[in-house]
């Protein structure tokens, strides 16, 4: 039999659900208690209330709120970019060309060595409390090495994204037909057996619409479920194709127009933006109030990769759109937790109430607040994952 922890004496708990403490979108208890038995939340309330466990554990007057799930990450590669980005620093604007680098430091590299980079990575965004991740292959861009980042990936999570049309591959950059039609036959066979999802960047200079289209339709034909990045770098037709095919999530969405904002607020797809890719590319910010207030469902990501957004910090990406975004403290911690869960179509992360996993996140603070009010600051005191204590 599991044995049980009480975490009390928590200043302020998150837990995502508004039926619960002040019925806010982040279901705030004061003073709060939190059981885990196993792997999974078993109780939540208030700590004077709290039942008799095997273990306790003191926050001490401090914050706890749900791990972070990172929906958006591109953490098997090889390589690095440091001259691509000073030189961006230096005044030469960013464009998709720069993912080619990468390719050639992945296609060259061992498992051992991707497998050693994705672990690295993970632990340091653990660290900064995720405890859910999505990542994607998309910088092999052969059969042979898209299914080999796959098959790497999910030794380490359920949430894997087959990103084969990431680029069209050097190869056969004067073909591009030659190239959907590999991505989404020889390469699509290989993949889709380690993978949850399908992903393609529908932008100029990578996949138009029509291409986009074709490749998510054939990944949903072998069972994988779309995602896709889009109205990144302008103006295109990737969200409201996300819309029609019911893509789990739209990523990016930095160039909207109105009926892109009608479209993800009367859907599924949750719109993920990422504003570290603005940050490391001095872009123009998403605008996440104007989605809010659309009532589109927007999640935070960190959109980890080594080219244009070298960060696997959340609280980093909180504090962005706090102040950049437009979006309040609340809001931008709910979309860092629930959000990230809802575009990943998940229920059981993202929350602390009764049946969810116990994966949290306990902060050298008194308030989540404090990840916007104080960022840069290594709040993260302490990490739960699956219900063990992992920092």
């Known amino acids: 039999m599991s044995s049980s922890t009480v975490i009390t004496n928590i200043a302020a708990l998150v837990t995502n659900d508004p039926s619960l403490g ?8 004061r003073d709060a208690a939190l059981v885990i038995e196993g792997d999974r939340v078993v109780w939540t309330g208030e700590s004077s209330k709290a039942p008799a466990t095997d273990n306790r554990v003191d926050a001490a007057g401090r914050a706890v709120l749900p791990g972070f799930v990172d929906s958006h990450s591109h953490l098997l590669f090889a390589g690095d970019r440091t001259e691509e980005f000073n030189a961006r620093m230096s005044g030469r604007p960013y464009s998709a060309g720069g993912i080619r680098t990468t390719v050639a430091a992945t296609r060259a590299a061992s498992d051992a060595e991707l497998e050693a980079g994705l672990t690295r990575y993970l632990a340091e965004a653990l660290r900064q409390g995720t405890t859910t991740f999505e990542t994607k292959s998309g910088y092999g861009l052969t059969t042979a090495d898209e299914s080999r980042a796959l098959r790497v990936a999910a030794r380490h999570t359920d949430e894997v994204t087959f990103l084969g049309a990431h680029i069209v591959a050097p190869e056969l950059a004067d073909d591009p037909a030659a190239y959907v039609d590999l991505v989404t036959g020889e390469m699509l066979d290989a993949c889709a057996p380690h993978a949850r999802w399908i992903d393609v960047f529908c932008e100029k200079g990578a996949f138009d619409g029509d291409q986009a289209r074709a490749i998510l339709t054939a990944g949903k034909a072998k069972g994988l479920h779309p995602r896709i990045h889009a109205n990144q770098l ?3 037709p990737g969200v409201r194709l996300a819309v029609e095919l019911d ?7 930095t160039h909207l127009t109105d009926a892109d904002v009608d479209a993800l607020a009367n859907s599924r797809t949750v719109a993920t933006l990422l504003p570290g ?22 999640a935070l990501s960190t959109d980890c990769n080594p080219g244009s957004s070298f ?3 959340v609280p980093f990406c909180i504090a962005l759109a706090v102040r950049d975004m437009g979006m309040t403290p ?17 229920e059981d992360v993202g929350r602390l109430v009764p049946g969810a996993y116990a994966d949290l996140t306990l902060l050298d603070a008194p308030s989540h607040v404090h990840l916007a009010y104080r960022p840069g600051v290594p709040l993260v005191a302490g990490v739960w994952r699956r219900g063990v204590r992992k920092v």
């Not at 609340?330 to 998940?346: F, H, K, M, N």
């Open 311 to 313: 960060t696997s910090s």
């Open 22 to 29: 002040d019925h806010s979108p982040l279901g705030l208890v």
């Open 330 to 346: 609340d809001e931008a911690v709910w979309s860092a937790t629930a959000g990230g869960a809802a575009a990943l179509r998940r």
């Open 234 to 236: 302008s103006y295109g």
């Open 247 to 253: 893509a789990a999530s739209a990523d990016h969405c």
């Open 277 to 298: 890719a603005e940050f490391s590319t001095r872009a123009q910010w998403p605008d996440a109030r104007r989605l809010i207030d659309a009532g589109a469902t927007v």
